[in-house]
């Protein structure tokens, strides 16, 4: 009876310990995510908090999530990196925490979702002489995106955006970008991420490019 009792009480501090941990680190997860949300004003902040959740993620070896937000953070500040010469390092970086995401979780919508993002960094460096090489692969990962998670709004409103700038003799400009849309404003409605602090950005960035396209 006395080994039960101290077999249950350990089970009980373990599971106590474990439970603090988890705490711990869904709070620095939500605090960091909250702080991106600030970033678009300033945006090398962006990479400030990739260095803290690639901390978190060299703390938190199992977990996938802070690595692709890391990634998303350098993949955000590219994208509003006014010296182009720097955008393929950015992107290089990007890349590497997203290897480091991948490694932890397979067939992830999400993270199809962001390479087709930094395929599309690597070719706003030089749209003439990129787009066979990058435009393809941007749009190659939104479908796999797409047949990995058909919920997911994220790789729909990609898919408008991109669209959206793109010449309408190539197919783009505002009406076609507005079907993929409406189509990723539906699904927003219905989506559910996983956890509290599961993927779930995208919904206000569709309707900005909806209100430029009416």
């Known amino acids: 009876m006395k080994k039960i009792l101290l077999s249950l009480s350990f089970l009980i501090l373990t599971s106590n310990v474990l439970l603090a941990q988890d705490s711990k680190y869904v709070s620095a997860m939500k605090a960091n995510i909250t702080a991106m949300d600030t970033s678009f004003t300033y945006p090398d902040n962006f990479i400030n908090i990739a260095n803290n959740f690639e901390r978190i993620g060299l703390a938190e070896k199992d977990k996938w999530l802070p690595y692709?937000?890391?990634?998303?953070?350098?993949?955000?500040?590219?994208?509003?990196?006014?010296?182009?010469?720097?955008?393929d390092e950015l992107a290089d970086r990007a890349a590497a925490l997203l290897d480091k995401a991948s490694a932890l979780v397979q067939n992830n919508s999400e993270i199809s979702c962001l390479r087709s993002m930094i395929a599309s960094t690597r070719l706003m460096v030089n749209p003439m002489q990129r787009y066979m090489e990058y435009g393809t692969a941007s749009a190659a990962e939104l479908e796999k995106a797409i047949a990995e998670d058909p919920t997911n709004p994220r790789p729909y409103y990609l898919k408008g955006q991109a669209l959206k700038y793109t010449p309408a003799q190539f197919g783009g400009g505002c009406p076609p970008a507005m079907e993929q849309l409406n189509i990723a404003i539906e699904k927003f409605k219905t989506f559910k991420p996983a956890s509290e602090i599961s993927p779930n950005w995208g919904k206000s960035s569709t309707e900005r490019v909806m209100n430029e396209c009416r």
């Open 68 to 87: 692709y937000f890391a990634s998303l953070c350098v993949v955000n500040n590219s994208f509003m990196q006014p010296d182009k010469s720097k955008v």
